[in-house]
Nanobody, 130 residues
């Protein structure tokens, strides 16, 4: 059974950085496309970044316009972990951040809708103070 566990959230000042990690306890992590979403109070779950399953070490990734150039997603299949590196953080980045995964045979596809993911972590709080 897939179990996703996020870590790395916390309180940071505007302009600071954080790195979120999401570790999968399953055995087929490399065959999963992974994504990061966030949800601020009173708002819906918002796409942040996503990465395809691995194919011979190659992956495809994308991110939301609101974080482009500041956030980056990566994965380490040897550690069953996907990362979200967040730089130049802004107060509007404050939210609970969730990682999500889905098994897929598509090798050049990442998914940007929450409905496309089967598995979710419990979330980790990120708070950016001004």
């Amino acid at each position: 059974q897939v179990q996703l566990v996020e870590s790395g959230g916390g309180l940071v000042q505007a302009g600071g950085s954080l790195r979120l990690s999401c570790t999968d306890s399953g055995r087929t992590f490399s065959a999963y496309a992974m994504g990061w979403f966030r949800q601020a109070p009173g708002k819906g779950r918002e796409f942040v970044a996503a990465i395809s399953r691995s194919n011979g070490g190659m992956t495809y990734a994308g991110s939301a316009d609101s974080v482009k150039g500041r956030f980056s997603i990566s994965r380490d299949n040897a550690k069953n972990t996907v990362y979200l590196e967040m730089n130049s953080l802004k107060p509007e980045d404050t939210a609970v951040y969730y990682c999500a995964g889905r098994p897929t045979s598509a090798i050049r596809t990442y998914y940007t809708s929450p409905a496309e993911y089967a598995y979710w972590g419990q979330g980790t709080q990120v708070t950016v103070s001004s």
